[in-house]
């Protein structure tokens, strides 16, 4: 008797085995419980998300500047931008003359040549483009400031063509009247010449995002 109650719970467990495997065959496993989420509150569960109770039922506003960037940032990129295009330039300039005026044919005389010229012509273009770019920025931040735009009416970019006219003949008021004016005048078409030119390409002027290009 002893012999048969063994053998029957031996066969029984394997069997329980197998029904257990059949439920699941095919199944990544037992099914997830339903959770309802939209009973949960966020602002209990998780507080330090920032969600908070007071915020709850208010909107976020998120600051925005219509007229783009500060002074102080557009001043810091203008500047940057002219002055490695105006280290460029003057390298190159430099590169010509020391090529030119280089007093011996030995490759060390002609290396030297280059490098003096390349260092004094590219500093002082540098320099100069640097200090062009602030006396710009500062000049459109202050138009843009007082909207000059709303009293030009249909004369429009007024804040570069002012910006520009200012540079000029600020940059050359050392030089007399005659001189700032004519140094402001160029800068006035430069601006009306590069506006001509977005309008028949078809590009918003300022596209570049540099000075007035």
């Known amino acids: 008797t002893t012999t048969t109650t063994t053998t029957t719970t031996t066969t029984q ?39 908070g109770r007071s915020q709850q039922q208010q909107p976020d506003y998120l600051d925005y500047d219509q007229k783009g960037r500060g002074v102080v ?20 300039v430099g590169f010509r003359e020391g090529l030119v005026h280089t007093p011996s044919s030995r490759f060390r005389v002609k290396l030297n040549s280059i490098l003096n010229h390349c ?9 100069t483009a640097g200090v062009v770019a602030i006396m710009y ?4 931040g202050a138009a843009d400031h007082f909207e000059l735009d709303s009293y030009t009416g249909p004369l429009q970019p007024a804040s570069p ?15 007399g009247p005659r001189v700032a004016a004519l140094a402001g005048t160029i800068g006035l078409g430069s601006v ?12 918003p002027f300022g596209y570049l995002g540099y000075m007035f290009f």
């Open 13 to 51: 467990e394997p069997q329980n085995k197998m029904s257990s495997r059949k439920d699941f065959e095919g199944d990544a496993g037992a099914p997830l419980p339903d959770f309802n989420v939209g009973a949960i509150d966020v602002s209990t569960v998780a507080p330090a998300y920032g969600i």
């Open 73 to 92: 940032v557009t001043m810091f990129a203008n500047t940057g931008m002219s002055y490695l295009l105006g280290i460029g330039v003057g390298g190159l």
């Open 119 to 127: 260092g004094r012509h590219g500093s002082m273009y540098g320099n």
């Open 137 to 140: 920025s500062l000049f459109e």
């Open 161 to 175: 063509a002012f910006a520009s006219f200012m540079t000029g003949a600020t940059f050359y008021s050392a030089a």
């Open 192 to 203: 009306g010449v590069t506006y001509a030119a977005y309008s028949v390409l078809g590009l």
